[in-house]
């Protein structure tokens, strides 16, 4: 199994939630972001550098949180709780 080390975390605000955004660098080198959006539900965004991925992942979350939010919406499904995601 590959090990990945944390290199940055952060956070972003989206629509009224808080994000935490995790960095990795995998024994290959490969670096890749990391959120969680709700259980069982991770956006990861791999890039060549960890500016490249941050910058990357920080412009597809509102994306990714965005489109989670129609689908419920569509679906009738229960809402996220608004507030700070690990």
Do not use: W
């Not at 890749?32 to 910058?55: H, R, V």
């Amino acid at each position: 199994m590959d090990e990945e080390m944390l290199l940055h975390s952060s956070e972003l605000e989206v629509n009224g939630e808080v994000f935490s955004i995790n960095i990795f660098c995998s024994a290959a080198g490969r670096f890749f972001a990391k959120t969680c959006l709700g259980e069982d539900d991770f956006i990861i965004t791999d890039g060549p550098s960890l500016p490249e991925t941050l910058k990357r992942h920080e412009d597809l979350l509102p994306l990714a949180v965005g489109t989670r939010e129609l689908t419920q919406s569509y679906f009738g499904g229960p809402r996220r709780s608004r507030g700070r995601r690990p």
